[in-house]
Nanobody, 120 residues
Framework: QVQLVESGGGLVQPGGSLRLSCEAS????????MGWSRQAPGKQRELVAV???????KYEDSVKGRFTISRDNAKNTVALQMDNLKPADTAVYYC??????????????WGQGTQVTVSS
């Protein structure tokens, strides 16, 4: 079983910055990709950013140039640096990881979510 724990959410003014962090733990053999998704009230969850074990990244169009995803493969952690935040970025942010467990089966795990609120 693989667990993900997020931290770093909070309240910030428009134009401000926040850094989200997530650590995966448990019976992990390898992690193919880690990412962040978000869900605003009344909207579907959307993928914000993803990073592979090789360092390739992909971003949702509205966050390109403002958000940066990074990971530490040795520590099984992923971070999301969010700059120039806008009220539209307000949402619950979820970390996720996809990989192979020590038992040999594939896993997809999600964190519990952390609230990000952008408001003056």
């Amino acid at each position: 079983q693989v667990q993900l724990v997020e931290s770093g959410g909070g309240l910030v003014q428009p134009g401000g910055s926040l850094r989200l962090s997530c650590e995966a733990s448990g019976s992990i053999f390898s992690i193919y990709a880690m990412g962040w998704s978000r869900q605003a009230p009344g909207k579907q969850r959307e993928l914000v950013a993803v990073i592979t074990s090789g360092g390739s990244t992909k971003y949702e169009d509205s966050v390109k140039g403002r958000f940066t995803i990074s990971r530490d493969n040795a520590k099984n952690t992923v971070a999301l640096q969010m700059d120039n935040l806008k009220p539209a970025d307000t949402a619950v942010y979820y970390c996720n990881a996809e990989g192979e467990a020590e038992a040999g089966h594939r896993f997809v795990s999600w964190g519990q979510g952390t609230q990000v609120t952008v408001s003056s």
